[in-house]
């Protein structure tokens, strides 16, 4: 390679970018050209220069306020702000109430075609709550534990009792 | 597999503990790359933070089809180039943090600390600190990203191209032209 090519190959050739074949010809160059090596030095001094900067450490808690701030989100995609003060068993009721209406509802909405996944969907709803239903409403500790395992608004009213909760079934993907 | 991705994918699965190791091993280096790339160690923080939510926030719908790694700094460089969006449309576009200004108050205060020799060390330090962010800063954005991403991440040119969703002889020319900018400015 002429002067003018490997010139050209300097600053991959410091970056590690050219095929190891060509390495010892640029070296070799590098080391009998007082140009390259003019450039090379030039281009080394600004890696050095910026490679004398500081580093920053995670602040202490990083983590901490990651988890805090994840579920600070959570509530605030929560639409209905006012949810928050109603007890989840509440919540529950009403969801209940809501889902077996869509129940009775559906089928007749969707009459015609699409009626499989209606009723898919309605029985996966059914699942949910009949689920939800046997092992949370009395037992608010074990109803956080469901979480994942029920829908979304399960999920939502979970994660509003318990602030510090991430969700298991990352129920934030619900949102919005 | 790739030792992220299978973090990823555990975390995907519901098993917070792989959210942990991830930000143990990537928090210094995502503050770090932000820092970097936005020129404000305050405000760095909590972008990294924004980031790692995004990260988790996007875990249900993760797949393995890119180096975690190139997804992660993409994530953190669309929330750097936001934030300096923001930063200018406050009227307020390079500015250092406080704590980096020199010359009075501060540094003043430390050097008049029995501790003299120390205390104009940090001084120094901080300086010099400065001065480097401040040649970065002066570089455009493109090119700033490419060589922090470079020199600072030891990213290859290829990693680079597919976090900047630009090709590698662009990556090439942006590090050439960052490099030559810099040069000039260290000979003054
Ligand atoms: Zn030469
Ligand atoms: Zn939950
Ligand atoms: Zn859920």
Known sequence: ?176 | MDEDIKLMLDLKAGNNTAFNLLLEKYGKPIINYIYRFTGSKEDAKDLAQDTFIKVYNAAPNYTASAKFTTWLYRIASNISIDYLRRRKASGNPTSLDEEFETGDGKFKEQIADKNIRNALETAEKAEKDMEIQKALLSLPENQRAAIVLKIYEEKSYAEIAAVMGVSVPAVESLIFRARQALKDRIKR
Do not use: W
């Open chain 1, 1 to 176: 390679m002429k002067h003018e090519e490997i010139k050209g190959k300097i600053m991959a050739f410091m970056d590690g970018e050219v095929k190891s074949d060509l390495k010892d010809e640029i070296a070799q160059h590098i080391a009998s050209c007082p140009q390259c090596l003019e450039e090379f030095e030039a281009l080394s001094g600004v890696d050095s220069y910026l490679k004398n900067a500081g580093e920053i450490s995670p602040p202490a808690y990083f983590r901490e306020n990651i988890v805090r701030k994840l579920n600070e989100n959570k509530e605030r995609r929560f639409e209905f702000n006012i949810l928050k003060l109603i007890p989840a068993s509440a919540v529950l009721a009403v969801f209940v109430l809501f889902a077996s209406a869509l129940m009775i509802v559906s089928p007749y909405i969707y009459a015609g075609d699409g009626q499989d996944a209606s009723k898919q969907a309605a029985d996966s709803v059914k699942s949910a709550v009949i689920t939800c239903m046997t092992s949370s409403v009395f037992a608010p500790a074990a109803y956080a534990a469901l979480c994942g395992k029920c829908s979304e608004n399960m999920c939502k009213s979970c994660m509003a009792k318990d602030p510090n909760h991430i969700c298991q079934c990352g129920g934030h993907k619900h949102g919005k």
